[in-house]
């Protein structure tokens, strides 16, 4: 298996230069083939939310579309597949930051009770319960 990091990823949803955008195509076109997704890391996502958000003014309903879109390409496989869907769904319904959502799917799914926070703000979401 090979994974990409987030200036393909980037570029592959921004298609903001056409030589490295058809190279991203390019790369996903054969791992679609021939059966051999390439992994996005969920800290290949994390960065990709920042980049989207602070570099390409992406809104965060863009960026939870973008990632639903990248979950049915059949050339991508996610670190776990359903960390991404839990993610999706939580963001969705929430308006904690995305990045802290990941954080705290991702401690969900490797069967954390919560993610333990100082930030009030983030301890409102359900993954998540303030220090006091």
């Known amino acids: 298996m090979k994974a990409i990091d987030t200036n393909v990823l980037a570029r592959f949803l921004v298609c903001d230069d056409s030589n490295m955008t058809e190279r991203a195509r390019t790369l996903f076109e054969p791992a679609r083939d021939v059966s051999e997704p390439l992994l996005v890391s969920n800290l290949v996502l994390l960065e990709t939310f920042w980049v989207l958000r602070s570099s390409y003014d992406f809104t965060r309903a863009g960026i939870i579309d973008a990632v639903r879109n990248l979950l049915v390409l059949p050339s991508l496989t996610f670190e776990p597949h359903e960390t991404i869907n839990e993610f999706i769904h939580e963001a969705s319904s929430s308006n904690t930051g995305l990045a ?31 220090i006091l």
């Open 100 to 130: 802290d959502i990941l954080i705290g799917v991702h401690a969900k799914v490797a069967a954390a009770e919560t993610t333990m926070t100082f930030d009030v703000k983030t301890s409102k979401c359900k993954l998540f319960t303030e």
